[in-house]
């Protein structure tokens, strides 16, 4: 059997519309190379997760050195360097308390303690945990259209009935606000005006939809499974506002916005904001499985002894290679080249829309970037089927893209951050090309 019999034999893909009808043999840069030795322009970044490219050679050196002197022996029954270094090295990549970082009197607020885990949704898990201890409060708000994993805590607090589906019953006390989505929101697209009604909106939520006992309110700074939404620059100041006034934590799900991707280190930053849980994953170790929720140590002080372990958490492996991660992104200026490539790449398929009225919104911040694809631009139709096969077209052309949102509609555009301007140009004539033949 060669390799896609035995996936259909063997692996279980049944919740998968397809798999692509590739088999990737090996990666470097923002390329990928199937069995044969075709090579693909890799615009999905495996889901925005190789920020850093395929294989780079440093996080590669740094990873296998590791293999050699130790695979594992569990990050929390004993000290381990890498983990230790990453746990610190982490700590600088979150945003400051508003005094600045050392600042008298203002350590303590300082987002420098971590607890790792394999997967964004087993972090989130585990920040929803620390928020409900921390509080002494059992429930949760949420957004509309978000997405924080698939395990059942992770779904009952995602606003996507399509990922939900079959799954229920959810978690009781989660209660959903209005999505900050200006393109398609009933509070129009002026982003001042969409941002203060939201923000209004989730405040109605948790006097009106609560009992009033609200540990968090989790969102993405920029929604990805949603379809790259980027919610207005006000709308989280405004939201924090509120929150604070309630006493209810802000947990930032950076698991896909986060580690350079928009432009900055944390999509966070752009709004100025500081959460009260930063939870990361996928970026941060260029492939190899690691997740962390950073709060400051007061809430992390809410852990008694047995109220949490992770087996592979914080592996000795995975913790060198998101040391070395962090190395690159700084080292190659990786937040800087997102956020400029971004910027011109927006450009050019904003261009695209002048031709292809399929074209509904093109939107993003740094290398997070959708096209939201519509059959009548007036209506905002949105053209799942059209999306498909772009994405399909595409491939046969050689790039790897992503397709997504809420309607199956937009087509996601993260590819990873050293990917090179005239690839990115190719990648705009093809999909010129996707889009012009209907
Ligand atoms: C914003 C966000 N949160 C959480 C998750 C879940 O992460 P994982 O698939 O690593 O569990 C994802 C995955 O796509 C995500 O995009």
New binding site residues.
Partial sequence: MNTREKYQQHVNTNALKKVQPIVIERGQGASVWDESGREYVDLFSG??VVNTGHCHPEVVQAATAQIGRLVHTNSYLYHNRPTADFAEALATVMPSPPEGPGAAGTEDKALRVSFFGN????A?EGAMRLAKQYTGRTEFVALEM??????LA?LSVSGNWRRKKKGGPYLPGVAFAAVPYTYRSPYGSDPETCARACAADLERVIDLHTSGNVAAFIA?PV???GGIIVPPSKYFQLVKEILDSKGILFIA?????GFARTGKMLAIEHYGVVPDIV?T??GIASGF?L?AFTTREEIAKAFTPGDHLSTFGGNPVCCAAALATLGVIRKERLVEQSEAKGKKLIEKLRGLAEKHSAIGEVRGLGLMIGMELVSDRAKKTPDAGLAERVQDRMLEAGFLLGVGGTYGNVLRVQPPLVIGEEALDRAVGAMDGALGAG
């Fill in positions: 889901i925005s997967s964004g949704a087993e989130i978000s997405f924080h994993g698939r395990t992770t993405e929604m990805g499974e799900d950076e698991v896909q916005s939870v994953a996928k499985p997740s």
